[in-house]
């Protein structure tokens, strides 16, 4: 019997180490911007087309790469940050396996330009699935430029399973945004179709957070700042009246390393406590600095994932430190008592100097041991006005029974309307619940829940029919969105006309309703 083991070609082993590390467009992207910044560039321009589908590009200002560099770069395990096991647990760039490259290069068609700062002339490279065509010098200004074209163009399979435009633009999006975040010292553009999304200029990180997601996230904002042995934390925080109903604007940074860490998050979410309403989620921008032996980054092909030395208490100094955010920029409910009406002031408005005391009249041949006359005479002058006890001929008084007008007492549902029908009785509560007797007992509607309910059902027919009715509008309304909302609300756009309402794109970011 032959051996039945054997070695993998080089293209199919790189088209299947692809599937690992590049998932769909947004993936490519992320790592091309992360060997941008690890080659020291200030300035990064992304260019895409057809969702990255038909075209990914990027140009940087960073150190280039000589004529040898510019062929290595493309071959499985080939790398300049790593050069012994020891590396791995002192990372401080983005890259560090060798892999991405050479991934791209095996499932899409790559052409390279390159030059470095020292030398006048660059390099130009083509590879197709893997394969090198060409490779010859070129004039290019310093840093690389790289245009990735049709993505996934040898594995139909995996291009047949990308996602419409909109969704896959929206990834894009999301992982621009995160390395724009971790880098707010460096300039980044994205343009898609001919259309610029962002224009990021250097600054500091909260002017990144407002060029990112918008001008009115600048009082939103909340510093939060750090500094222990374990670790340095720096941010900002959401206030909880911004919280969101659904996520996207959490983002954890460790050493500038975007990641998704569950436990870490339930630290954010834990500070906030009752702070924030049922299945909100508040905003944060958090970055942990912490010695690289201390983490291990090498645990998913995505890197977005880490393993701490000591998570318990990374745990502990995360919420103690929002929580004293949220306390010293007065966000969360607290009792100034300073502020509070004097309890002396609650008592009269007059001031002490103009109470007159009250005047005590008394009777000086006054003897309670006499049982004259002039005893009455003297408790009679007394201020005290006793009431007199009843003579024993008047007993008959003492059980009259003294009938006091009734006051008849207010209904708890006084001002509560009720409205019968010939079967049931209805009444609402507080202008917002609706109580209604049933067979088995009591019956409470939300109303504001039931309306909603009764316009959901009433959209879903319209969404069927495609006839929703419309009435325009006497003054049109603009509705300006972050980026990723309003690629999501462009690939909504057909079915919000078909509820009846009038929405159409109008500039950047923007929407109008008529």
Known sequence: MTDIIHLLPDAVANQIAAGEVVQRPASAVKELLENSIDAGADKIQLVIKDAGKALIQIVDNGCGMSVTDARMCFERHATSKVKKAEDLFAIRTMGFRGEAMASIAAISQVEMKTRRHEDEIGTCISIEGAVVTSQEPVATTAGTQIAIKNLFFNTPARRNFLKSNPVEMRHIIDEFTRVALAHPDVFFSLHHDGTEIFNLPK???KQRIIHLFGNNYNERLVPVEEETTIINLKGYIGKPAFAKKTRGEQFFFVNNRFIKDPYLNHAVSSAFEDLLPDDSYPLYVLFIEIDPSKIDVNVHPTKTEIKYLDEKSIYAIMKSAVKRSIGRYNISPTLDFDQE????????????????????????????????????????????????????????????????PVVEQASFYADEPIFETKQKQYMQLHNRYIVSQIKSGLMVIDQQMAHERILYERFLVHLDDRKGASQQSLFPQ???????DFELAKSLLDDIKSLGFDVREFGKNTLVVE
């Open 203 to 205: 600054g500091n990180l």
């Open 341 to 404: 009406t004097g309890f002396s002031n609650m008592i009269t408005q007059k001031a002490v100097e103009d109470i007159v005391p009250p005047s005590i009249n008394f009777n000086p041949d006054f003897n309670p041991f006499t049982s004259d006359s002039s005893s009455t005479s003297g408790y009679a002058s007394s201020p005290r006005n006793y009431e007199a006890k009843p003579s024993a001929k008047n007993w008959g008084s003492l059980y009259e029974v003294v009938e006091q």
């Open 478 to 484: 603009t509705i300006t969105l972050n980026a990723n």
